[in-house]
């Protein structure tokens, strides 16, 4: 009988030591505890009507799994997933839509999952919206990239990680001067210009008319053309993915047009330097 009981002492210490290791291992390495789900960011406390439509999109999440970050969150996941040299670009974005557009590079690169801008607001479950695509989606609207919606299956993804690469480089360098350029669509559109000569015209069409030759376009179409290299898996991956237009997301999510985007800070009415 005392046998008995020093063995199910024993196993309870060795279950209670096993608990305490797997919660230090989930604490010093939070990515192994991160699955493909749906991923928002807001940088502080969420204005009403934020928080009113990242509610819709978790509820509508629940076959998937859902997480929120915040700026803590967010830099944490980063020191984690890619390091101090993430971390020091993450630190030097001056607006909440920049550290947004590094979070979500940094995800869809380690772990991958469904991105969604936090200015959406979802009607139908997301899962039937994945039933849609393939192993990556990315919104285009003739040729143009946009990511306020993006979708990758598995890490690793070789085109959203020269993506992110090339995000770091503009940030290190200081090199444009607008969010969307630096950082944004503009990222994934100056890969598109090395990779795809058929996208050329219609990406330099839309450049003058966004405005983007005045932010810093020509300097990353440049800079890109110098450091992106062609390879079979990058290639592979561009040629992956699956893109529509972001009004064929309209069954799902829908973008709104917040309070954040009348205020000085907002991305497009922000006069002042991004880097700080």
């Known amino acids: 009988m ?3 009981q020093r063995k199910a002492n024993l196993a309870g210490l060795i279950h209670r030591i096993e608990a305490i290791f797997g919660r230090a291992k989930r604490y010093l390495n939070p990515i192994e505890s991160v699955e493909f789900k749906v991923f928002q960011y807001w940088d502080v406390d969420l ?4 928080r009113s439509w990242t509610e819709t999109v978790k509820a509508r999440s629940d076959q998937i799994g859902y997480r929120l970050l915040d700026k803590t969150a967010a830099r944490d996941f980063i020191h984690h997933s890619h390091g101090r040299r993430y971390v020091r670009a993450f630190d030097s ?8 557009d590094l979070l979500r590079l940094c995800l869809m690169h380690a ?68 969010v969307v350029v630096a950082t944004g669509p503009g990222v994934f559109n100056a890969i ?47 040629e992956g993915l699956t893109s529509f237009s972001p009004t064929q997301l309209d069954p799902w999510l829908t973008p709104r047009f917040g309070e954040y985007k009348s205020k000085p800070t907002y991305w497009h009415r922000w006069d002042q330097n991004i880097y700080t």
Not at 204 to 233: E, F, M, N, Y
């Open 2 to 4: 005392a046998d008995l």
């Open 47 to 50: 204005p009403d009507d934020i």
């Open 93 to 100: 974005c001056a607006l909440p839509a920049m550290q947004a």
């Open 111 to 178: 772990v991958g999952g469904l991105w969604i801008d936090a200015g959406y607001e979802c009607a139908l479950p997301l899962g039937s919206f994945l039933h849609q695509t393939g192993e990556t989606f990315v919104p285009a609207v003739r040729g143009l990239f946009y990511n306020g919606v993006l979708m990758f299956r598995k890490p690793g993804n070789a085109f959203i990680g020269q993506c992110l690469e090339l995000a770091i480089d503009n940030i290190e360098n200081r090199r444009c001067t607008k």
């Open 192 to 238: 598109r210009w090395v990779l795809d000569r058929r996208w050329r015209r219609s990406l330099k069409i839309h450049a003058r008319v966004l405005g983007w030759d005045k932010w810093g376009w020509q300097g990353l179409v440049s800079r890109a053309t110098h450091i992106v290299r062609p390879t079979p898996a990058l290639l592979t991956a561009y």
